[in-house]
């Protein structure tokens, strides 16, 4: 079965252009809710997840829509590779059905991964403080040659975000 989840991260948010791609590519059970992918709380996704099964495939808009950092998207993908369902994101081109898809997606968790481990060794040698407002896996996307879009959809980092995080990493050194 093709689940669909859209969301939109105000109320005054329209979920139009999202509900009519994902109708557009035969969606048969949608989930949709209003609500900052930053809050613990997502109902909806909640719900959605709750009724996938093996072979059914998660369709979404963007990822960004799923959700709102590598670390959820992370535990998202666990939780969907557990069940056996597949994941499709309309605008990012990822269609985990694919081999490719699977692999572009594995990768995406492998950079994740080596991010936190980086992270951690660096937390237990006492070389960075840890605050939650802190994007790292945004600078290591962007060291890897990731795309300023990609890294923005991926981490939900800002352009200025990010530029600004680099402008403090070189006067740094």
Known sequence: MKIGY??????????????????????????????????KALPELDRCLDVLRSGDILIV???????????????????????????????????????VGKAMFNMIGVIAELEGTKTDLEKARGRIEVNPEDHPSALDLYDWDWEIEGITKMTGVSEEELYSMLKERSEKG
């Open 6 to 39: 859209a969301r939109g991260s105000t109320m005054e948010q329209n979920l139009d252009l999202q509900l009519d791609a994902l109708e557009k590519v035969g969606v048969e059970r949608l989930f949709t809710e209003k609500v900052s992918g930053t809050k």
């Open 61 to 99: 808009y963007k990822l960004d829509r799923l959700v709102s950092n590598i670390q959820h998207l992370i535990e998202i993908s666990e939780k969907l590779e557990e069940l056996g369902v597949n994941l499709v994101s309309i605008c990012d081109s990822i269609d985990t059905t694919t081999p």
